[in-house]
């Protein structure tokens, strides 16, 4: 009986000992901690961190293909940049090319008009050169276009003449100089106004009433006269060309030309009365002095 017990007893502890050996058998592990998830800190200013992603974001990104151009664009810059310059300095050159031919072509150098005007305006005043003229025109029984003798004309001119005129040859000078074949009494009448005095305004108004210049030939009649009498400044004589590429061309203005600008600019129309030939001869297209 006792025996019997004593085995039930040692059956019974078996499984446990077997259970305690199998335990210690195992090593002993932990278990993993599950990972922490980060919290997102705060801004410790108003300039808050996540906003500098989003700048970036919205940055447009780098282009490298333009910059193969860059060079291209420079030099056609350059080179467009010095074509202005050659183009303005063509046209300069060719303006200054016209005003030099009509210096060239002046009976009186400038110092030599204004000797000759300052030496006798004492005494012929533009009422006395309007009163001379006048004069040898009705002795001569010519009108402005009429052909007249250059020797006869002065012998004319000295009788209504206080005094001998200061520097005549200068006059012969510019007589002989604008000679046709034919010289027109009213060019010698211009020429006789390179010794008048007074300002250009009266001279101007005297000239359109000695010349009777009532329509618009008479008028360009006396414009040329002035022209080839060196009495408007060779600038006035250029205008543009009919070619502006690849610079601009320039050309010589003739007298109905400038007659026809001046009439634009103080906008009268015929026929003119002795103020109008003087707005014309003093207006800025024309610049008679």
């Given at each position: 009986m006792t025996a019997m017990l004593l085995r039930r007893a040692a059956l019974r502890?078996?499984?446990?000992?077997?259970?305690?050996?199998?335990?210690?058998?195992?090593?002993?592990?932990?278990a993993p901690r599950p990972a922490l998830i980060a919290a997102p800190r705060r801004a410790l200013s108003s300039a808050a961190p996540a906003a500098a992603p989003?700048?970036?974001?919205?940055?447009?990104?780098?282009?490298?293909g333009w910059s193969k151009f860059v060079p291209y664009a420079v030099m056609s810059?350059?080179?467009?940049?010095?074509?202005?310059?050659?183009?303005a300095s063509t046209a300069h050159s060719n303006r200054d090319a016209i005003i030099a031919s009509v210096e060239e072509e002046q009976p009186l150098a400038s110092d030599e008009r204004d000797t000759l005007?300052?030496?006798?305006?004492?005494?012929?005043?533009?009422?006395?050169?309007?009163?001379?003229?006048?004069?040898?025109?009705?002795?001569?029984?010519?009108?402005?276009?009429?052909?007249?003798?250059?020797?006869e004309f002065c012998g004319v001119c000295d009788r209504y003449l206080d005094r001998s005129i200061e520097g005549?040859?200068?006059?012969?000078?510019?007589?002989?100089h604008?000679?046709?074949?034919?010289?027109?009494?009213?060019l010698l009448v211009v020429v006789l106004s390179l010794c008048a005095g007074g300002d250009s305004v009266e001279r101007a108004a005297c000239l359109g009433r000695a010349l009777a210049c009532e329509d618009r030939p008479a008028l360009d009649a006396l414009v040329d006269w002035l022209v080839r009498t060196g009495q408007v400044r060779p600038s006035k004589q250029v205008e543009e060309g009919d070619s502006s590429l690849p610079a601009q061309t320039y050309a010589r203005r003739g007298a109905s030309s400038l007659v026809g600008a001046?009439?634009?600019e103080v906008g009268i129309e015929g026929p003119f009365t002795a103020a109008d030939v003087a707005a014309v001869l003093t207006s800025k297209a024309v610049d008679y002095h």
């Open positions: 502890a078996r499984p446990l000992a077997a259970r305690r050996r199998t335990i210690a058998a195992r090593p002993l592990t932990t989003a700048a970036a974001a919205a940055a447009p990104p780098d282009d490298d810059a350059i080179g467009g940049l010095g074509f202005w310059f050659w183009r005007r300052d030496a006798n305006a004492t005494f012929l005043q533009p009422e006395r050169f309007e009163s001379v003229a006048t004069s040898v025109l009705r002795v001569l029984n010519a009108d402005a276009g009429t052909p007249v003798d250059y020797v005549g040859h200068l006059l012969d000078r510019c007589a002989l604008v000679a046709s074949p034919n010289l027109e009494a009213g001046a009439l634009d």
